[in-house]
Nanobody, 129 residues
Framework: QVQLVESGGGLVQAGGSARLSCAGI????????MGWFRQVSAKEREFVAG???????????YYADSVKGRFTISRDNAKNTVYLQMNSLKPEDTAIYYC???????????????????WGQGTQVTVSS
């Protein structure tokens, strides 16, 4: 039973960068589709970025339109960790960011929070204006 632990959140100036980490503790996450979601008060948790498990053809990444070109998701199986590099941060990026794992193997990449069955506790990212 793997536990997901996020880190790297904090206060960042607009236009700055931050890197979030999601470490798998007590088990491997290498075989799971991994995603980053974010949530603000009174809003539904929204998809930010995702990455598939590594296969013979590599892995694929997916992004919400709002973060394309600014955020990069990656994974390091040797470290059992998934990362979210966030550049050119905007005040509207302020949210609690969650790491999640999905066992779904469908052809369509899961972008709904309901498709993920294991979640970290979240890390707050605040972008000053």
């Amino acid at each position: 039973q793997v536990q997901l632990v996020e880190s790297g959140g904090g206060l960042v100036q607009a236009g700055g960068s931050a890197r979030l980490s999601c470490a798998g503790i007590g088990g491997t996450i290498s075989s799971y589709t991994m995603g980053w979601f974010r949530q603000v008060s009174a809003k539904e948790r929204e998809f930010v970025a995702g990455v598939t498990a590594v296969s013979w053809s590599g892995s694929s990444t997916y992004y919400a339109d709002s973060v394309k070109g600014r955020f990069t998701i990656s994974r390091d199986n040797a470290k059992n960790t998934v990362y979210l590099q966030m550049n050119s941060l905007k005040p509207e990026d302020t949210a609690i960011y969650y790491c999640a794992a999905s066992g779904d193997t469908g052809a369509v990449f899961p972008r709904s929070s309901w498709s993920y069955n294991r979640w970290g506790q979240g890390t707050q990212v605040t972008v000053s204006s």
